[in-house]
């Protein structure tokens, strides 16, 4: 896929300080001068060195998460966390003192963990539950949204909550805490419940599409994502209770304490300047390049902590 070019930015001077201070070194929103030294491989460590001496950064994307991470008419990535994303790597740019280019890398719900651990990816922006198990493999930045599993049905379906869903096929995506979520469900109520697995979120919704399955269980908000998406409001809709809670956040490798630390002061950084919320708002409550909207307000919790990242900055 083609290469995207990213300038430094100067308002991303704040995390680029704190990792040239670590490193003894002062850090410009411009390329090096005498006055102030590019670091160095030597200083530099992890993913840092890596992207510093291939001036390319490879970043994982999704393919159908709605508005995280997909494809627009181009075929090219685009969505809330896509941008987080390339804000990010601006700063990144900063930290190592050269601008990046942007490998983009496709990954799915199965092979998303798999390809940051081995170094396939060096940031992965998509949908991805930052939760106890993934973090024995893989880091996590600050939580930029936060869902929980419902159920995606026919408008005219008779299901109405989770205990309807006994002996029925449910579709879910292959690798994601909602197909756990889901196998927990039913064996925890003995729903007997009948698992279709679909590789991406698209794939999940065509198969309640053309009734192959009864009912997708997602994120709630990919499902609002997919029905805007597809202009399917007048023949689908989201119901039932919340059957996981999901914190997002963008995907790093484990033990890179100088990445980890860009990233912290990355998100800290785009929080207080009011970024976050203003691609919340696009991707949220404007229309999608498909002309659809999820027109979904923020909710308090993810309100509490942006505001708590935020004051961190300060």
């Not at 039913?186 to 309640?208: M, P, T």
């Not at 997919?226 to 039932?240: F, K, R």
């Not at 059957?243 to 790093?252: A, E, I, Q």
Request: glycine share 8%.
């Amino acid at each position: 896929m083609p290469a995207f070019r990213l300038a430094c930015a100067w308002w991303f001077a704040a995390p680029a300080v704190v990792l040239s201070a670590a490193l003894g070194g002062a850090c410009l929103a411009q390329e090096p001068t005498a006055q102030a030294p590019a670091a160095t491989s030597a200083q530099l460590s992890g993913t840092l060195a890596k992207v510093r001496a291939s001036g390319t950064i490879a970043v994982g994307h999704r393919a159908s998460s709605v508005p995280f991470s997909y494809l627009d008419a181009n075929k090219q990535p685009i969505g809330y966390t896509v941008e987080l994303c390339k804000q990010l790597v601006a700063a990144i740019g900063e930290a190592v003192h050269r601008p990046l280019d942007i490998r983009w890398v496709p990954v799915t719900a199965e092979t998303r963990v798999d390809a940051v651990a081995s170094g396939q990816v060096d940031l992965e922006c998509g949908s991805t539950t930052s939760n106890l198990e993934r973090r024995k493999r893989v880091d996590f930045s600050p939580v930029i949204f936060v869902a929980g599993t419902k159920v995606l049905v026919k408008k005219d379906s008779p299901i109405r909550d989770f205990r309807d869903l006994a002996g029925k096929a449910v579709a879910v995506t292959r690798g994601t805490t909602n197909e756990k979520a889901v196998r927990d469900l039913s064996q925890k109520f003995k729903l007997g419940i009948r698992i279709l697995d679909a590789d991406e979120q698209a794939q999940g919704l065509a198969l309640v599409v053309r009734g192959e399955a009864e009912a997708f269980a997602s994120d709630d908000v990919l499902l609002r994502g997919l029905i805007a998406q597809y202009a399917a409001t007048s023949e689908l809709e989201v119901l039932g209770d919340y059957l996981s809670y999901d914190p997002y956040g963008v995907m790093f490798r484990k033990s890179d304490p100088l990445l980890a630390q860009v990233v912290k002061d990355s998100f800290q950084a785009m929080a207080a300047s009011g970024e976050i919320e203003r691609q919340y708002t696009r991707w949220f409550l404007g229309k999608l390049p498909s002309g659809g909207s999820i027109n979904l307000p923020m909710s308090a919790q993810l309100e509490s902590i942006i505001q708590a990242m935020a004051l961190k900055a300060q």
